[in-house]
């Protein structure tokens, strides 16, 4: 998709991801569905090894994560 990029924050990611209507979750969305979300490897790998914490198991099942 053309169209601006949008840079989100690792704990935007995380917010989105665990909670479906929250505000993070629906500035993400909307960033998808208009613009083109830019990240980076070192973004990536953090959110990841976030999410694989313990305590977040109970918000994304570990096929979410990977």
Same mark, same amino acid.
């Given at each position: 998709?053309?169209? +601006?990029? @949008? @840079? =989100? !924050?690792?704990? @935007?990611? /995380?917010?989105?991801? %665990? #909670?479906?209507?929250?505000? +993070?979750? $629906?500035?993400? !969305?909307?960033?998808?569905? &208009?613009? #083109? /979300? %830019?990240t980076?490897?070192a973004?990536? $790998?953090? %959110?990841?090894?976030? %999410? $694989? #914490? +313990?305590? =977040?198991?109970r &918000?994304?099942? +570990? =096929?979410? @994560?990977?």
């Amino acid at each position: 998709m053309s169209g +601006p990029g @949008v @840079v =989100f !924050d690792t704990n @935007v990611l /995380i917010s989105a991801a %665990l #909670r479906r209507h929250s505000v +993070p979750r $629906q500035a993400f !969305d909307r960033a998808n569905a &208009y613009a #083109r /979300i %830019l990240t980076s490897e070192a973004c990536l $790998q953090e %959110l990841t090894t976030v %999410l $694989q #914490r +313990p305590k =977040f198991s109970r &918000y994304v099942t +570990p =096929f979410e @994560v990977s």
